[in-house]
Structures are given as C-alpha cells and as structure tokens.
C-alpha cells in the first residue's frame, strides 16, 4: 500500500482541485449549479480521489487502472474549464491557469503510468 500524500501527482492534482473550487466554479452563475459547475467539481475531485484509491491496491496493474481513471477525469476537468472560457463565465488568465495546473497533472499521470507498466514488464511474474 502507497501513502498517496507522498505522492507528487496526488499534490499536484490536489493543488488542482483547490484552485478550480476557489477560483473557478465560484465564477458560474447560479443556472450552472448543477449542470456545468456540478460536473466541473465531480471531474476535478475525481482526479486525487482515483490517486487516493489506487495507492489502496496492492497491484501495479490495478492501481494503474486507477490513474487511467484520474487521467480521463482531468480530461473532463479540462474542457469544463474549456467551456467555462468560452461561454464568458472565467477569464482567458483564469482559464489559463486551470489549464496549465491540468497540463502539468496529466503529463505527471501519463510519466507515472509509464512507469508502473514498464516495471511490471520488467519484472513478468514467475510461473
């Protein structure tokens, strides 16, 4: 079992998740409560919570499986940020940031997910 808060992408991914909450989905109107903005927080939160809930497997394949989850999820945060932008609901800065704080967690999810596949080719289990 990993300690998730050890984990630089669970940080990231958390640093993520606050930014969107505070600066992000506060900015929607009222009419995108449980549309957009809902969507927007259940996305952005689902990306440390898959972290937290692979670092519990006791496989690399299962946790993995578990990033891919977090990886899709980041992919929706994005373009609800994406669409916030376009329907005039954040600023580009704001958007902006979202989007790179999502970049940088998706590069560090892909990096980790590459590394636990190559480890568990490396290392084939014995017959």
Excluded at 57 to 80: P, Q, V
């Amino acid at each position: 079992m990993r300690d998730y808060k050890k984990l630089d992408v669970w940080k990231k991914s958390h640093e993520m998740y606050i930014y969107i909450k505070k600066n992000i989905a506060t900015k929607f109107p009222k009419e995108e409560r449980y549309e957009l903005t809902s969507q927007l927080l259940r996305a952005a939160l689902s990306v440390p919570l898959n972290i937290v809930e692979g670092c519990g497997r006791f496989t690399n394949k299962d946790f993995a499986h578990f990033l891919d989850n977090s990886l899709g999820s980041a992919n929706e945060a994005d373009y609800c940020c994406f669409a916030a932008f376009e329907c005039n609901y954040i600023t580009i800065e704001e958007y902006n940031t979202a989007n790179k704080l999502i970049n940088e967690v998706r590069a560090m999810l892909l990096s980790f997910l590459k590394f636990l596949r190559n480890s568990n080719s490396a290392n084939p289990p014995k017959p």
